[in-house]
């Protein structure tokens, strides 16, 4: 296990983190540039070594209801590894993370492309918008009711 001093010098090696020291001698790690509300990345790191990194848009890391992983057992690779996925998973918008384009053809041979976007997914033909969905379900629905099936 790493000592607080190791696991803060291996946090501090993140630049584009900002410190924050709260009470009991507890630090937090800031992400400014998020594009989301949630901005801590490392909470309540105590000089006994606990603490937790944010892992909420990452994918496989059982996380609490707050989607925080302790990392007190993490060694130096790990604890470098999920905290560069939590920056990287709060400075990318949803489309950056799982980009979606698909085109979808019709008997007629008309082509509709289905996009994902920053607030949902939305359909285009050529540069033209045809409608905007709130899921990938929803936008998949409409083109299938149009008559439209995936390539």
Do not use: C
Request: hydrophobic share 40%; proline share 3%; no cysteine.
């Amino acid at each position: 296990m790493l000592s607080f001093d190791e696991k803060l010098a291996i946090i501090e090696e993140f630049e584009e983190l900002t410190r924050n020291d709260i009470s009991m001698g507890r630090v937090n790690f800031h992400f400014e540039d998020s594009l989301y509300d949630k901005q801590i990345v490392v909470y309540r790191l105590h000089p006994n070594g606990n603490g937790f990194v944010y892992a909420g848009g990452i994918e496989d890391y059982p996380t609490d209801d707050k989607g925080m992983v302790n990392i007190r057992a993490f060694n130096a690779q790990a604890l470098r590894s999920i905290i560069q996925q939590s920056i990287d998973s709060l400075g990318l918008s949803p489309a950056e993370k799982d980009p979606v384009m698909e085109e979808w053809l019709n008997e007629n041979d008309q082509a509709l492309v289905l996009m994902r976007e920053d607030d949902g997914y939305a359909v285009y033909a050529d540069d033209q918008l045809e409608g905007t969905f709130n899921s990938y379900e929803e936008a998949a629905e409409f083109l299938k009711q149009e008559g439209f099936s995936r390539l």
